[in-house]
């Protein structure tokens, strides 16, 4: 089965940094993309930001705006969400989902990022 575990969410003055990561088991993500996506409290979820199986960054959203970074590291089956110059706007669960038949139904908890004096 696959599970996703997350961490590096929490409280975050505007202006700060959070660094999100996604470790999953029961998958080997090796060979597929994965996407970050985000959910604000009462919205769907919206695509954040993708990388390949090789660590290129294929998309960002618009709103991203150059503060934020995507990455994977294979070795250790996770993927990195690195958020600079948080917005309150960009309050919401972030997900990882692997681009894969075998896993993108699966989302786990997310992580929830609050941005916020």
């Known amino acids: 089965h696959v599970e996703l575990v997350y961490s590096g969410g929490g409280l975050v003055q505007p202006g700060g940094s959070a660094s999100l990561s996604c470790t999953v088991s029961?998958?080997?993500?090796?060979?597929?993309?994965v996407n970050w996506y985000r959910r604000a409290p009462g919205a769907d979820r919206e695509l954040v930001a993708a990388v390949n199986s090789w660590n290129e960054p294929t998309h960002y959203a618009d709103f991203v705006s150059g503060r934020f970074t995507i990455s994977r590291d294979n070795a250790k089956n996770t993927v990195y969400l690195q958020m600079n110059s948080l917005k309150p706007e960009d309050t919401a669960t972030y997900y990882c989902?692997?681009?894969?038949?075998?896993?993108?139904?699966?989302w786990g908890n997310g992580t929830l990022v609050t941005v916020s004096s």
């Open positions: 029961g998958f080997d993500i090796r060979k597929y993309a």
């Open positions: 989902n692997i681009q894969s038949v075998g896993a993108i139904n699966y």
